[in-house]
């Protein structure tokens, strides 16, 4: 069970880990020569154009983009946090449902496994290809900015599984959501709508005060980057607070499943 379904998610895993690699490589090729002390000046003086809260939404208020690690810590991340939150959600969505969606599931059902086996291991290999991909872009980011100069290496390795905060946690609810539908293109919209609406609600809770509330409401917020730039260190309670979000939503899931009349 767990070797199919190893398997049969290993394509969509190539495609979204290539689609990140190659944002990146694009990146680490064009931003040396793109990036000299004349264009550096216009780049600052640019910066000076725009609103201090849009700049603190990319937190480019706290972090210049004049090397290739400037700006891994601003947009960069902030595409890391919304390809990994798509994957995940997509995986989320469609790893347990499609097997209702494409009829698969009577196969399953004649097998000796319990159902609450069957909900363990998709969830295992969710959450296993969620860690591949963050550390195999881990390891290609930490290459391409070596030979692109020096950066804090402390500091990248932090930020660089910071987006397993809100993967793990996006994964587990569209997997629980998942439950309460038969068809996987219903599922998907929602949990696309899930992911958007959350990075649009953290982006919007950066603008100003009066916005902050609405951070409460993001699961972006558990990656918590700014926080991780300007003190070096995770907040051990957004780990916590993941932990027990991804741990609930995995018992609610199966115990969901079991009770659920499957077609």
Not at 66 to 77: N, P, Q, R
Not at 178 to 192: A, Q
Request: contains cysteine; neutral net charge; aromatic residues 12%.
């Amino acid at each position: 069970m767990f070797k199919r379904e190893m398997r049969i998610n290993l394509k969509s895993f190539i495609i979204w880990t290539s689609i990140l690699i190659i944002l990146f490589l694009i990146v680490f090729l064009i931003y040396p020569s793109i990036i000299n002390n004349e264009n550096i000046k216009l780049i600052d003086e640019m910066m000076q154009l725009f609103p201090k809260e849009m700049l603190k939404s990319f937190n480019m208020d706290i972090s210049s983009i004049d090397s290739a690690f400037g700006w891994v810590k601003t947009e960069g991340f902030i595409f890391i946090l919304l390809i990994t939150g798509i994957y995940s959600g997509i995986l989320g969505s469609s790893i347990l449902s499609k097997e209702e969606n494409d009829k698969t599931v009577e196969y399953l059902s004649s097998l000796p496994i319990k159902r609450s086996s069957i909900v363990i291991n998709k969830m295992l290999v969710g959450i296993i290809y969620i860690f591949l991909m963050i550390i195999i872009l881990g390891i290609f980011n930490y290459i391409g900015l070596s030979l692109s100069g020096n950066f804090d290496k402390k500091l990248y390795l932090i930020l660089s599984i910071t987006p397993l905060l809100s993967s793990i946690v996006i994964f587990n609810l569209c997997l629980y959501l998942s439950t309460y539908s038969h068809k996987t293109n219903k599922t998907l919209v929602l949990s696309l709508g899930l992911v958007f609406i959350s990075y649009f609600l953290q982006i919007l809770s950066e603008l100003s005060n009066e916005t902050e509330v609405l951070k409460y409401f993001s699961i972006f917020t558990l990656t918590d980057i700014r926080n991780i730039i300007i003190t070096g260190t995770i907040n051990p309670i957004m780990i916590i607070i993941s932990l027990i979000i991804s741990v609930g939503l995995g018992v609610a899931t199966v115990i969901h499943y079991n009770n659920k009349e499957l077609i």
